[in-house]
Structure formats: structure tokens, C-alpha cells
């Protein structure tokens, strides 16, 4: 794939988000876990999550730095953004699957940090490297690619996406938190993979991804009810939430065609039909 894509950019990025992921994971070994108590029933948050969280912000920054060093790029592709006085243009829906791969990758390869320490952390830092990778190559096949390679790359993004959103699901799943502490991940994590997946087809594609992300909460919320390991509400999650995106990514002016609905349908009763029989197995 002739994509042209700065290596003297991309590997410095990539060792700094990398560095940086590192030294989370040295305060994250520690003996005793710093937290924020926040007081009363509210779940106590790691002092690791902001720095999670400004490394994720570099990786979704460095979208900038890449794809605005490509010889074809163009000020078209950015998207302007109006903040009171500021006004100004970035490559902001581009940021999206990068910025969440950190913390998305994190919050899963966390839940085993127990019974695999030290391999489970390595894990983490090499998936995220990978699929940062994945991404950063992916964005240019898709802006600057012939019409095969952008279908890879959208492929590719697709796949990336549904993989993140099962990360999140299995780690706020794992969590058992109420679901107004969990909507507060969901919410924001689900509009902007929903957004990122259906931008294409909708015009009002944040309302839409906002309206699946209330969604998804309620489905947290009804399978609080089943008393199952956390990876298969995290799939019965995924799953609810790839027929969802899906059917509407078929949808056109008249709404979603009947044996799309149906297809999709029959994907959400099987799966869950699976799933509820691999919960059943483990009783």
C-alpha cells in the first residue's frame, strides 16, 4: 500500500505514547494503588487514569501530526471548530479510534493485571502499539489510497472500533458499577465509536450516535439482571451494539430495509441464544 507515510513522524510518536504508557504502568505496579475517594457510595478512581487519559489525548493528536505531513493534504479535510472566540480546524473525527485505543486497551489488559502481571502489561503495550499502528495506516489508505485501499482501511477501522467497544464493555462490565456510574463511560465511549461508524451514511449522525449510546445503557442496565461472567455481558454488549450500528449503516431514505432487520435480528437471537447457553454451562 504506497501511502507515503512519515516513519520519522510515526516512530517518534509512537515511542512517546508508548514511553508514556510505560511509566503508567510502573505506578500501576506499585504495592499500594493511589485513588481518588471521592467520598460516600461513588467508585474510587486510580491517579493513573488521568495520565491514561493525556496519553490517549497524544494519540489522538497525533493525527495531526501525521496526516497533515502527507504531500496530498488538503485544508478541506479538516473540520472547523467554533469555541466562543477561538475558532479554529483540526482533523477532529479522525481523532477518535486513535484516542480511545489507549485507554480502551488499558481498562481491559487492567482486569488481568491479578493473574498475569507483568505478561498482561507487556500484552497491553504491544496490542497498543499494533493497532495504533493499524490506525495511523489506516487513515492514510482512506484519504489518500486508491478506491481498494480505502476499502481496507475502512475494514480495517471498522474492526478496530467493535474491538475498543468490547474492551470498554468488559471492563465497565467487570466493574459492576450502578448504571448511572457506568452510563458515565458508556455514554461518551459509545456516541463516538457510534459516530465514528455511521458519519458516512447520516447527516445527524451525532444525535443518532448519542440515541444508541442511551441504548446501550439501558441494555447495561437489563443485564445487570444476569448473573454471568463479565466477558459474556461484554459480548451480549457487543453484540447488541453491532446490530444496532450495523442495521443503520443499511439504512437510506426509507429507513432500514426489512431483510436487513431481519438478518440483524436473527444475528442478536442466535448470539444471545449462544451466549446464554455458554453461561448456563458454567453453573
Sequence with gaps: MNITLRLDRLIPLLTLILAGFGIIFLLDAGPTQVVFNLGGDLPKIAVVWPLVLLVSLLAGVGVEFLLRAHPRFKRSML??????????AALLPWW???????????????????????????????????????LYVAQHGLLFGTASQQTAARTTQTIVAYGLAFAVFAAVASSHYRTLYAACVLVPVVTLLSYHLLHEQHQHAWTLALRIAFALVGSYWVLGFWSARFLLNAAAL?????????????????????????????IVLVGLLVLGIAAFGRH
Excluded: K
Excluded at 79 to 88: Q, R, V
Excluded at 242 to 260: F, K, M, W
Design 79 to 88: 473540520t472547523s471548530i467554533h469555541i466562543g472566540p477561538f475558532e479554529g
Design 96 to 134: 477518535i479510534l486513535p484516542a480511545l485505543t489507549p485507554a480502551a486497551v488499558f481498562a481491559f489488559f487492567r482486569l488481568f493485571r491479578g493473574q498475569y502481571g507483568s505478561a498482561a502489561r507487556l500484552g497491553a503495550l504491544i496490542a497498543t502499539g499494533l493497532i495504533l499502528i493499524l
Design 238 to 266: 457487543l453484540l447488541i451494539f453491532y446490530a444496532v450500528t450495523g442495521s443503520l449503516q443499511h439504512a437510506d431514505e426509507n429507513g432500514i430495509p426489512r431483510h436487513v432487520l431481519a438478518e440483524y435480528g436473527l
